[in-house]
């Protein structure tokens, strides 16, 4: 077992008063499908740690050290939890458990295919609070407190996506499960093969405290005009404004924002995202984000790519995708943050657009702002054919019966910034509790 390291939070916490550690016992075989026992099976007894998926030290933690970590700010630590197998088949996924030490620290689970590849759906399957409340329970995925998007390759969860989940400290059980198919409703079925946990935990916060929110903005190609126009544009003052000021109740405000360009082959590849959707190598938002990952490997800001368009299937997606409970920090992890589209055209309006007119603000800006909300751990208030709303009990749902949720159909729903197509950018006092416990923002 390794520790995660003492979170430094300005002052000097007692010993291990923030470390975040796993908690297994003997009976470790049943809680990650480990084994402690004598993995190697010739009776020799521990040894150091090596990558074999293997338990080599016998402490039932399988290849701990292994993965490679995320960048962390002073106020996070990260917790290894080794890998576990999945047998396939019908589940339930191995059970992994940790223990939270502080109330409220903002922690967000992390599951990743040790192939490293992206063509697997990882998805978590479960989560058990320390006095036993089930807020993600397999089977009922959709019902869930604590559901959490499946993603292709590597997966996260937020502990605490509603208000209800409270991160209180003790021991927490929580699984990740993994389908070549699109999970969307849990299906119970698991593709077999290894999967690594972690976790990434940013120190509890005592009340409402100003917090920072670091982004990398990599401007695609010739978006925008290039990295060194956009930096210096009214529009992108516009745009980091009205971000402030829609997350203003929440206290989060951004903080550092560096400029990047994308450019040459990848500048020209990426400029108009064309498949977000497909598994394996076709899917230009994982190979985008590789490519961040290379420009900025030790940052532990979001990143923020602003490319031309986002297309699936020769259509125009949205105006902006976010992975849902990211992770800052994981260079080259497409859940390491998020995608939004300045059309070129509009750009060039918005240039000339007369004082008042620029959309910059109220598209970019709340799109924007939008993205982040779901990079913090929301889901939205209501899906767009209402199959799904969020799991926040004080933002209304829209329960008009129609194929397409318009702004138009549920005009109170859609003042907020949640909503699938938002005509305005409100938070409730639930959304704020729920992005205040993401570690994305900082102290
Ligand atoms: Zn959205």
Redesign the pocket.
């Known amino acids: 077992m390794r520790l995660g390291r003492t979170i430094a939070a300005g002052v000097l916490l007692l010993a291990c008063g923030g470390c975040l550690t796993t908690s297994d016992t003997g009976a470790s075989d049943a809680i990650d499908g480990g084994d402690t026992t004598d993995s190697k099976g010739d009776g020799s007894g521990p040894s150091p740690e090596v990558c074999n998926l293997q338990d080599d030290d016998l402490d039932g933690i399988i290849d701990e050290g292994c993965q490679t970590k995320p960048n962390l700010r002073a106020d996070e630590s990260w917790l290894d939890l080794g890998a576990v197998y999945l047998p396939g088949g019908l589940g339930p996924a191995p059970v992994k458990a940790f223990t939270l030490p502080m109330l409220n620290m903002g922690v967000v689970l992390v599951a990743r295919d040790v192939g490293g590849g992206n063509s697997a759906y990882v998805w978590a399957e479960s989560l058990t609070g320390p006095d036993g409340t089930k807020f993600l329970t397999p089977g009922a995925w959709d019902l869930s407190a604590n559901r959490a998007w499946p993603s292709l390759g590597r997966a996260t969860a937020l502990i605490g996506m509603a208000p209800q989940v409270v991160p209180s400290a003790g021991v927490w059980k929580f699984s990740f499960t993994r389908s070549v198919q699109i999970p969307l409703k849990y299906s119970g079925s698991a593709t077999p093969g290894w999967l690594y946990l972690g976790m990434i935990g940013r120190t509890a916060l005592a009340g409402m405290e100003p917090l920072k929110l670091d982004i990398d903005v990599f401007v695609v190609g010739n978006t925008a005009g290039g990295a060194a126009k956009l930096s210096v544009s009214p529009q992108w003052k516009a745009i980091a404004g009205q971000v402030n000021a829609i997350w203003a109740p929440a206290k989060i405000q951004l903080g550092k924002v560096a400029f990047f360009d994308v450019s040459g082959d990848d500048g020209q590849k990426y400029l108009y995202v064309d498949d977000v959707s497909s598994a394996g190598s076709a899917n230009e938002m994982a190979g985008l984000f590789e490519v961040l990952g290379k420009l900025r490997p030790t940052s532990t800001a979001v990143a923020v790519a602003v490319v031309s368009g986002i297309y699936d299937m020769g259509q125009p997606v949205a105006l902006g995708l976010s992975h849902l409970a990211g992770v800052p920090g994981m260079a080259g992890a497409r859940s390491s943050g998020l995608v939004i589209s300045i059309d070129p055209q509009q750009w060039t309006k918005d240039q000339s657009a007369l004082a008042g007119q620029s959309i910059a603000a109220t598209v970019w800006g709340t799109t924007l702002a ?2 982040l909300g ?1 990079f913090m751990g929301l889901w ?1 208030t209501d899906e767009f054919d209402g199959s799904l709303a969020d799991p926040i009990d004080d933002t209304s749902s829209c329960t008009i019966s129609a194929s397409v949720l318009t702004p138009a159909l549920c005009p109170q729903q859609a003042q907020n910034l949640m909503f ?1 197509s938002p005509a305005a950018a409100n938070l409730s006092k639930g959304q704020v509790t729920v992005t205040r416990r993401h570690p994305a923002a900082g102290l």
């Open positions: 939008h993205e779901h939205h699938w």
